[in-house]
């Protein structure tokens, strides 16, 4: 069975500190991608990376960084964590971008 | 640009009727059209997957359609059930590149009551 999973489902920080949110897949995909979502604006694409080592920027990049060492690993980065980044954050994989998306279960990140 | 449209943004039926979410697209070169679920607090669960060259898929009691030419898509539930109350979204991949990215609708929210 497929899997997806989120470093944690419930997160708080404080504003200013550097936040680390981590993704691992167990189906060899090519394909990791984050986003976030909130009410009224839907899902919104931060970054995605389509090989290790490569990535692209997404329809909202501003305040993040991400990092693929490894093709099962992808690390989503708030380098000082502000208050508008209160959101849930959502990870996928897929084999292809023609191939389903499997989605992890969340996290839902509360900066104070 | 692309657009995705779910109309309406929420629904209520009671148990045991059919019934169909629809998504809207503005541009009908899509490489393939994707349902999710998603549960509230939860991530999305892919149901369906229609590439451009089909016109429906079936799983169960899901039937998505999709006609590329009005830029619109279906997806039908047979004999609703509580456990079918949820966020419903669809997501179309304009083209095919190692880069691609789909573009989400903004859900509808069904709500069957028993």
């Known amino acids: 069975d497929v899997k997806v999973t989120q470093s944690s489902r419930y997160l708080v920080k404080r504003t200013g500190e550097k936040v680390f949110l981590e993704c691992v897949q167990d189906?060899?995909?090519?394909?990791m991608f984050w986003y976030r979502q909130d009410p009224g604006l839907g899902l919104r694409l931060i970054y995605f990376?389509?090989?290790?080592?490569?990535?692209e920027k997404g329809d909202i990049p501003e305040g993040y960084s991400v990092s693929r060492e490894k093709k099962e690993r992808f690390s989503l980065i708030l380098e000082s964590a502000s208050t508008n980044q209160t959101s849930m954050y959502l990870c996928?994989?897929?084999?292809?971008?023609?191939?389903?998306?499997?989605f992890g279960p969340g996290t839902r990140l509360t900066v104070t | 640009k692309q657009e995705v449209t779910q109309i309406p943004a929420a629904l209520s039926v009671p148990e045991g009727e059919n019934l169909v979410l629809n998504c809207s697209f503005t541009?009908?070169?899509?490489?393939?059209l994707q349902w999710f679920r998603q549960d509230p607090g939860k991530g999305l669960t892919s149901l369906l997957l229609?590439?451009?060259?089909?016109r429906e898929q079936t799983s169960g009691r899901l039937n998505a359609s999709l006609d590329k030419s009005s830029g619109r898509s279906t997806l039908y539930i047979a004999a609703s059930q509580p456990g079918d109350s949820a966020t419903y979204l669809c997501?179309?991949?304009?083209?095919?590149?190692?880069?691609?990215?789909?573009?989400f609708g903004s859900g509808t929210r069904l709500s069957i009551r028993p």
């Open positions: 996928a994989s897929s084999r292809d971008p023609s191939y389903e998306q499997y």
């Open positions: 189906m060899d995909h090519e394909n």
């Open positions: 990376s389509y090989d290790v080592k490569m990535k």
């Open positions: 541009d009908s070169a899509i490489y393939n």
């Open positions: 229609i590439q451009s060259s089909q």
């Open positions: 997501a179309v991949l304009p083209g095919y590149s190692s880069a691609s990215k789909i573009i």
